[in-house]
């Protein structure tokens, strides 16, 4: 397929970027130019968090002897992936996924109103996300690579619940891809290539994200 095929779903970093309120620090990117030798020199300093923007959650993240970010196999999230697009505004429920029939092994990315919420500038607490409940249901179907297109894939207003649903996913094995633009992706089986920053013993790392129609 030619390159203009692919697609990329994935935000590029910024100061602008909204992030988890809690977050010890937010994104600081700061460009210095200098001249040397009579060459111009452009380089620039990052701090920021290993979960700002799009990235890839390791198990490492909420288990601290867990498979780390530079550990993960390099085709865990590269091949066919599939986007469905969730109607509920509010929550990812059961319900609404059993009639997708997901099957073992895929990489499912969901499409929900939080596209149109990301591009507004600023967080929004009750995006939608996964009930612990439809985390369970995922893992129960073996599913290897689950994506999101918001900051995270559990609840922002029920602590406890955020935390069990990475538990649950991760736990499981899958993958978790957050924060996708999927705001200009129809519904459908793609090919994706995702790969995250390789840090040693790494809890998350920004990834590219690109995908292509199948």
């Not at 073996?142 to 955020?162: C, P």
Request: with cysteine.
């Amino acid at each position: 397929m030619a390159e203009s095929k692919w697609i990329d779903i994935s935000y590029p970093l910024s100061e602008e970027i909204i992030y988890w309120p809690q977050d010890p620090v937010p994104p600081d990117i700061k460009t210095n130019t200098f001249t040397s030798e009579e060459v111009t020199i452009t380089m620039s300093q990052m701090t920021i968090n290993t979960h700002h923007g799009t990235h890839v959650d390791a198990p490492r993240h909420f288990y601290p002897d867990g498979t780390s970010i530079d550990e993960m196999p390099l085709t865990a999230i590269m091949g066919p992936a599939r986007v469905i697009e969730i109607k509920d505004t509010n929550l990812i429920n059961p319900e609404e996924l059993e009639g997708h029939n997901i099957r073992a092994g895929e990489r499912v990315l969901f499409k929900t109103i939080n596209s149109s919420y990301y591009k507004q500038g600023k967080f929004v607490e009750d995006f939608v996300h996964i009930t612990k409940e439809s985390a369970q249901f995922i893992a129960d179907k073996n599913i290897s690579v689950v994506g999101i297109d918001y900051l995270a894939v559990g609840s922002f207003r029920d602590r406890s619940s955020l935390i069990k649903v990475h538990q649950i996913l991760l736990g499981n094995g899958i993958w978790i891809v957050e924060a996708l633009d999927l705001s200009g992706v129809e519904p459908g089986d793609y090919e994706i290539i995702c790969l995250p920053i390789k840090i040693k013993q790494g809890d998350a790392g920004q990834a590219r994200a690109i995908i292509r129609p199948l």
